[in-house]
């Protein structure tokens, strides 16, 4: 089954302990993505990466950092959380190039940070 | 500037109305559109893209081009339709491949 697999689903932490949020995907997608969803702001991007060892800067990477060293994984990591990136986080993927399609989503990772 | 604009946050219409979702872009190239939507707890799912024009649970959208509109619409609205509904856009022509959603709108229908 082609899916979007992201880990943990729920989350609580603590105001400066680093956490990863990993997302994997079986469908040999080139991009993936990270967005996070809050009440009245919709979905941000965060980061997002075309192939492996590319990534670039979304609308919000403050505070986050990504890595893509294989082509299936995609994790996103906070080095120092902070409350304000108490929220819900999804990551996607899809195909690239000439109309290149949908985008998958994970069914998120809530992340509440105290 | 690329953007994507759904000018109503929430929308409420009563079951068996016609349901309209907005949304208007601002895109220099060939843009593809898509709404996606996403039920409550669960994930977000593509509900149409344009290149396909198919109906889908009775909703359809047609880019407008010369309004630089991509409006999601429904003859008689249910119950199970409430959900939130994104309004994205990406490069059909280039590999960048940005993708840019709307803020989302919110509806609800009401019994």
């Known amino acids: 089954e082609a899916q979007v697999t992201q880990n943990p689903r729920y989350l609580i932490t603590v105001t400066g302990k680093k956490l990863t949020v990993t997302c994997s995907q079986n469908?040999?997608?080139?991009?993936m993505s990270w967005y996070r969803q809050d009440p009245g702001l919709g979905l941000r991007q965060i980061y997002y990466?075309?192939?492996?060892?590319?990534?670039d800067k979304g609308d919000v990477p403050e505070g986050y950092k990504v890595s893509r060293k294989e082509k299936r994984n995609f994790p996103l990591i906070l080095e120092s959380p902070s409350p304000n990136q108490t929220s819900l986080y999804f990551c996607?993927?899809?195909?690239?190039?000439f109309g290149a399609g949908e985008l998958f989503f994970g069914e998120g990772s809530r992340l509440t940070v105290l | 500037a690329q953007r994507v604009t759904q000018p109503e946050k929430l929308l409420s219409v009563f079951k068996g109305a016609p349901v309209e979702l907005k949304c208007n872009y601002s895109?220099?190239?060939?843009?593809?559109l898509f709404w996606y939507v996403q039920y409550s707890r669960q994930r977000l799912q593509l509900l149409l893209r344009?290149?396909s024009r198919e109906s889908i649970k009775g909703f359809t959208a047609d880019l407008n081009k010369g309004e630089t509109s991509f409006h999601l619409k429904k003859p008689f609205a249910q119950e199970e339709d409430s959900a939130m509904y994104y309004c994205?856009?990406?490069?059909?022509?280039?590999?960048?491949?940005?993708?840019?959603f709307g803020k989302g709108t919110r509806l609800h229908i009401l019994p």
């Open positions: 996607a993927s899809r195909e690239t190039g």
């Open positions: 469908m040999n997608h080139e991009y």
């Open positions: 990466s075309m192939n492996v060892e590319v990534t």
């Open positions: 895109y220099s190239g060939s843009p593809e």
């Open positions: 344009h290149i």
């Open positions: 994205a856009l990406s490069g059909l022509r280039n590999r960048d491949d940005k993708i840019i």
